[in-house]
Nanobody, 120 residues
Framework: QVQLVESGGGLVQPGGSLSPSCAAS????????MAWYRQAPGKQRELVAV???????NYADSVKGRFTISRDNAKNTVYLQMNSLEPEDTAVYYC??????????????WGQGIQVTVSS
């Protein structure tokens, strides 16, 4: 069974940094796009950043220049380096990946979510 497990959330002061990660585990044949989404209270879930298997990236305008997404294909892991954090970045952050499990068809998978709180 394929799972995505996030780690690295927490409480940070404005201007601080966090670097959550998300590891895919299970019987995996291939992983395509990996992404981070976030959902703040009372708001819809939104795309934060996405990275292709070959390393191409795209970011939400609100995080460009502050956040960096990266991945280690050997470890089936995606990272999100978050710098210059603002209170508006407070949300539950979700890992997302398009995965082809072994002996199964392509599917979209989600992590359980981690809380990121930016507050003084």
């Amino acid at each position: 069974q394929v799972q995505l497990v996030e780690s690295g959330g927490g409480l940070v002061q404005p201007g601080g940094s966090l670097s959550p990660s998300c590891a895919a585990s299970g019987s995996i044949s291939s992983i395509y796009d990996m992404a981070w989404y976030r959902q703040a209270p009372g708001k819809q879930r939104e795309l934060v950043a996405v990275i292709t298997k070959s390393g191409g990236t795209n970011y939400a305008d609100s995080v460009k220049g502050r956040f960096t997404i990266s991945r280690d294909n050997a470890k089936n892991t995606v990272y999100l380096q978050m710098n210059s954090l603002e209170p508006e970045d407070t949300a539950v952050y979700y890992c997302n990946a398009n995965i082809v499990p072994k002996f199964r068809t392509f599917g979209e998978y989600w992590g359980q979510g981690i809380q990121v709180t930016v507050s003084s």
